[in-house]
C-alpha cells in the first residue's frame, strides 16, 4: 500500500537535489519498461499529482513478475545506458535486490557509470538486515483490523471461523493477526505461521479445546503453513507456479475450505466458515499505517541521498540496499543503514523464535510489542 | 457494520423518553437470549461505553440464525410478558420482520399490551418499502474500496481478476464494486448480478473481449449469480444449508476458484485469480459510511418514538417496521415511515431493472447517482 511512497520520496529528492540529477525517468512495469524503452518523466508530474499517487495503493508505474535472466540484466544495462541513466533504483524484496546486484556486477565489470540502490519493499517483511520492510506495517494493519472485525462477528454468531493470511515462507503477516486481540478470549485464539510443522491433528484438536471452552474459535493461518516434512498444506490443492518457480498460494480459496472442512468432519462442529483474504492484504485504499507511510517515502528519498553523496566523495560504485534498523530505547524510532545489496539479496528471514509461543499455536508478547508500533492505533471495540 | 448504531440509537430515545420507559432490556444472541432469559440492563451501561459500542462492528447483543417456529414465537411471547415487557424491537431483515409480525399476531391473538417494531438492517438492501437499508451503504463502502485498489493492483499486474461478492439474491452490494471506477478504462470491467441468468460461454466471451482490449480484466461477482433456469452456479460446490433452509454460500472460496478455472481453461490467459470478500464486507472496522451511521441511529431512535407515540395516542399495537425513503429533490435527504410489519416480512426486492444495464454484465448510471451518496467519498486514486 505504501510503494507509491518510496517512489515519491526518491523523486522528491532527486529534484531537491538541484543541477546534479537531469531527468528523473520511471520505468513502466518495472524491468520491462526498461527492456521495452518504456518511461515516465516524472519532472513533469506536478507535486500535488504526485501527493495523490503517494497515498494511492499499488505500484503506479506498474509492477512485473518476470525474473531477468543473467542476459536480462546484461541487456537492462545496455538499455539504462543508452538513455544515459547514471542512478538505478529498483524497488522490490529479495528477488529485486538480486536483479538490482546482477545488474550493477555487469556495470562494474563493463566499467559503465552507473551506480545501482535497491529500495526495500515487501509485506512478507523478510528481507535480511531489516528490522521491518516498508509495505509490513500496513498489510499487518489490515490483516489485524480484519481479524478484529471477524472476532466480532464470530462473538455474535458463534462457530469456528478460518482466515487464511499472505506469506509463504515468514508468518509476520499473519503474526499481526494476534493485535486483533482486545482482551482474554478475544481472536485469534489460534495463529498457524510457515516456521512450524503443521499437523492436521493438532490442529483439530487445538480447535476443538477452544471451541469447549469458549463455543466459538477464530483461527489465523499463513498460506505458507507446511507439513513436517516441509511440503506446502496448500500443494495439495494447486500446482500452478509463477515465474520465480513458486507455487501459487494466493487468489484460490481451496486452503481455507479444506481446512473448514477438516474441522467440520473430525469435529461434527456445525458452523464452520474460511475467508481467504487475498489481495485484499495488499491493496485496501486508505488503510497505510502512519510510521509504515513515513518510512516507505524517508527510505526511498534515502536511497537518492546516499548515491547522491557517494558520487559527490567520488565513491565506487558498489550496489547498496537501504535498509531499515529500530533504534534502541523505549520510544519508536529506526534509522536507514546503506547495505551492500548482496546481504539482502536472494536469502530471506523467517519469524524470530522469540516471537513464537512454545505452544506452535500463537505468538508472543514479545512479537506484539515488536509489531504493535508498526501497525499503529486500531479502531477501539465496544462490547457489551 | 452499523447495527449497533440502532441499538444505542434505540436505547437513547428509551432513555430521552423519561418515566414512561422503565427497564431497558437486550436479549443476549436476539431470540435465543428471549427463550433462555438472558438479558443485559441497558440502562446501566454508560453513555460513553454506548458511543464505543455504536461505532463497533457486529452485533453486541450477539445474534442468531435460528428461525423462530409459530411455537417458539408463542414462548417469545410468553417469556416477554413474563418480563414485563411492553415494547419489542427486533433488529433484521425480512425474516426477523416475519417473526416480528408472528409474535405480535400472537400478542394481538391474546390480547396482550405488547408493542411490536421491526428496526431494519441488512447489507442485502433487499428490505421491501425501504429506499435502501441500515448496514448497506458501509458494505458497499468495503466493495467499493476492495475493487478500487484491486483494480489498482490488476492494472500493475495484467491478468484476470474475478472478486466474488456476498448478496444472494439481491445485486446491489455487488453492483457497488462500479463506484470503485474513477475513469475510463478503471474496474471493474464486468459486473454479474443475481437478476440476470449467467451464462458461463457469454462470462468467458466478456472476459476475453476485455482482456484483449486492456491486457488486463476485473470482474465482480454475485455468490447469487444463477444459470439460466435459476439454479445458484454455486450449487455446484456446496450442499450446506443454514437454519432457514438456504444453501451456505459465504465461507467458501469455491465458486471464485470455479470461475477463474474456466477463464484460465477457455481462454488460454496465464494470471488469472480470485477472491472471495466473504465476512470482510459485513464486519471491517472503521469503513462504516457516515450516512448509514447516522440513518442506522435514526432509524433506532424513530423506533422508540414511533411505538411512544403511538402508546401516548392510545393507538392499537399493529406491528410496524420502520422504512427509509427518500426525498426527492437534488440533495440527499431521507425521511423515515412506519409501515405494517407485514409489508417487509417474507418478501424482498431485487435490484430495479432501471439499475442494470442492458448488456447484462454492468450497473447504469441511474444506480451509480442512487448508490453514491449512500456510500460517501472513496479515497483518491493517483494514477502516473
Not at 286 to 304: C, H, K, L
Request: hydrophobic share 45%; aromatic share 6%; proline share 5%.
Amino acid at each position: 500500500m505504501v510503494i507509491n511512497q518510496s517512489l515519491v520520496g526518491a523523486v522528491a529528492a532527486a529534484r531537491d537535489a538541484g543541477a546534479s540529477v537531469g531527468r528523473i525517468l520511471g520505468a513502466r512495469h518495472g524491468i520491462d519498461g526498461v527492456l521495452s524503452d518504456d518511461w515516465i518523466d516524472l519532472r513533469r508530474v506536478t507535486p500535488e499529482r504526485l501527493e495523490t499517487v503517494a497515498a494511492t495503493p499499488s505500484a503506479a508505474l506498474g509492477s512485473c513478475r518476470h525474473k531477468p535472466t543473467e542476459e536480462d540484466c546484461a541487456r537492462i544495462l545496455e538499455a539504462l545506458l543508452r538513455r544515459k541513466v547514471g542512478l538505478f533504483l529498483y524497488i522490490g524484496g529479495n528477488d529485486s535486490a538480486d536483479a538490482a546486484r546482477i545488474v550493477a556486477a555487469h556495470a562494474a565489470k563493463a566499467g559503465a557509470p552507473l551506480r545501482v540502490v535497491h529500495v526495500p519493499k515487501t509485506i512478507d517483511c523478510d528481507l535480511l538486515e531489516n528490522d521491518h520492510t516498508p509495505g509490513y506495517g500496513s498489510a499487518a494493519r489490515f490483516v489485524a483490523c480484519a481479524l478484529r472485525g471477524d472476532d466480532l462477528d464470530n462473538r455474535a454468531l458463534g462457530g469456528v471461523k478460518i482466515d487464511i493470511v499472505m506469506g509463504r515462507d515468514a508468518g509476520f503477516l499473519t503474526a499481526a493477526s494476534a493485535l486483533a486481540r482486545t482482551g482474554r478470549d478475544s481472536g485469534p485464539h489460534l495463529v498457524y505461521l510457515p516456521e512450524r510443522a503443521f499437523s492436521p491433528q493438532k490442529f483439530v484438536s487445538d480447535v476443538k479445546a477452544v471451541y469447549s471452552r469458549l463455543g466459538r474459535c477464530v483461527v489465523a493461518a499463513s498460506e505458507g503453513i507446511r507439513d513436517s516434512r516441509g511440503v506446502l498444506v496448500a500443494s495439495k490443492f494447486s500446482n500452478e507456479r509463477d515465474s520465480h518457480g513458486n507455487l501459487q498460494l494466493s487468489g484460490s480459496g481451496s486452503l481455507g475450505d479444506w481446512l473448514a472442512h477438516l474441522v467440520k468432519e473430525k469435529t461434527g462442529i456445525k458452523r464452520v466458515r474460511a475467508d481467504t483474504f487475498g489481495y485484499l492484504q495488499r491493496t485496501f485504499p486508505g488503510m497505510a499505517s502512519e510510521s509504515d507511510s513515513a518510512e516507505a517515502r524517508a527510505v526511498g528519498a534515502e536511497a537518492v541521498r546516499y548515491a547522491l553523496a557517494r558520487a559527490a566523495a567520488g565513491a565506487p560504485a558498489e550496489a547498496a540496499s537501504i535498509s531499515i534498523r529500530r533504534r534502541q530505547g523505549r520510544a519508536y524510532a529506526v534509522e536507514f543503514v546503506a547495505v551492500p545489496v548482496e546481504k539482502v539479496a536472494k536469502n530471506t528471514r523467517s519469524m524470530p523464535d522469540a516471537f513464537i509461543a512454545k505452544s506452535g499455536n500463537d505468538v508472543t508478547p514479545a512479537f506484539i510489542s515488536w509489531a504493535r508500533p508498526l501497525v499503529g492505533p486500531l479502531p477501539p471495540s465496544g462490547l457489551l
